[in-house]
């Protein structure tokens, strides 16, 4: 989901008070602050309870044709499968049980929320645990670089770029896709289901370790 598609869930939750986040989407689209600040920012008073929340997004939520075919491909493979979203855990996580995907064996990197009678305060974390409110996706990105052979990068917005760009492999859509072809970057694949993902991975051999990487043999699926 990209920062539009956030707001846009968002406001169907809180109207009439949407006037709260509107501005807050206007100053992260004049690059006044962060992705991550601005989820701090739309959520921190939003006082709806989990429960609420997880039932919305079960009731609403739409995955792009075949992933669930796609994820269980990728664990077949023997391929490790990162979710790494500068978005908020609970929404995804309602999204995954919603599939009927086990929560217990997925890696799930993304903001992490605690409800309050304040609302729902949200806070990112590297890899060592220091909060961070920038640069979420990317730090884990260079991480994911020194234990990987490989990354494959799935992407969809222009918050994916900086990672993407670090990435051995691309599949892009939308806005992503969209910066790559304007810019002749034509190792991003594009795609808009994910059951022509697999396809076109094993056309283009790109679950093939190296040999001449000095990193250690393994692959990643991030998204």
């Not at 989901?1 to 707001?7: A, H, L, P």
């Not at 009439?16 to 962060?34: A, E, L, M, Q, R």
């Not at 709806?48 to 269980?72: A, I, Q």
Request: aromatic letters at 14%.
């Amino acid at each position: 989901m990209d920062k539009k598609g956030e707001i846009d869930y968002l406001s169907k939750i809180v109207q009439p008070d949407i006037s709260v986040i509107t501005p807050i989407f206007k100053d992260y689209k004049n690059g006044n602050i962060s992705v991550e600040q601005s989820n701090i920012l739309s959520f921190k008073n939003l006082k709806y309870s989990k429960y609420e929340l997880d039932m919305y997004v079960k009731k609403n939520v739409r995955f792009r044709k075949g992933f669930l075919e796609f994820y269980n491909y990728i664990n077949d493979m023997g391929i490790d499968f990162k979710i790494v979203s500068s978005g908020v855990d609970f929404y995804i996580l309602s999204a995954l049980i919603s599939l009927g995907i086990s929560i217990d064996n997925i890696s799930i990197m993304s903001g992490n929320s605690t409800f309050d009678d304040q609302g729902i305060q949200i806070k990112y974390y590297d890899p060592l645990h220091n909060i961070i409110e920038s640069d979420f996706k990317l730090t884990y990105t260079n991480t994911h670089r020194d234990q990987y052979s490989k990354i494959i990068y799935l992407g969809d917005s222009l918050t994916d770029l900086d990672s993407s760009l670090k990435a051995d492999y691309v599949f892009a859509t939308d806005k992503l896709n969209n910066y790559y072809a304007k810019n002749n970057l034509n190792y991003a694949k594009d795609f808009v289901h994910f059951e022509k993902i697999a396809g076109k991975a094993k056309k283009n051999n790109i679950f093939i370790t190296n040999s001449k990487s000095n990193s250690p043999p393994r692959h990643i699926v991030t998204f």
